[in-house]
């Protein structure tokens, strides 16, 4: 887990919240105190950490392909890789088979490594590379 998701998710910066005053009138209110909002947030990365690891043994097990790991680690599911790639949600849950994977044409694959941002040989490879939020702008 990296550094800014054990320190909490406002790295020392006050939390904006606000307060209802009465009807149609709230006010904003700054708070130090984040450890609810820090709690929940590690909760819910140690819930897509479990997923991506779950995805990692389903395609090491030769029971999908490598595209369910980068879709699980980029927190996407198969209606949200389809609308990115331009396809049917058929055809992406058909590429997470490893033998249709594998006979991909070469404009497909380039659209998912283009996507996930690693280079093609590395997705045709099945290596397990770190998701696009992790690799910063």
Known sequence: MDEAKINGISEGLPLIQYAVEGPGL???IESADTGTVDVVNRQAW???ERQVFLARAQVLAGKASVLLY??????MDPALLAKFMGIARWRVKRHLKPRVF???RPQLL???AAL???REDELRQGLFLSAVYEKGQ
């Open 26 to 28: 709230c006010r904003r």
């Open 46 to 48: 140690e819930v897509i």
């Open 70 to 75: 980068y879709m699980t680690a980029n927190q």
């Open 102 to 104: 594998s006979k991909l």
């Open 110 to 112: 380039a659209g998912y």
């Open 116 to 118: 996930f941002k690693i």
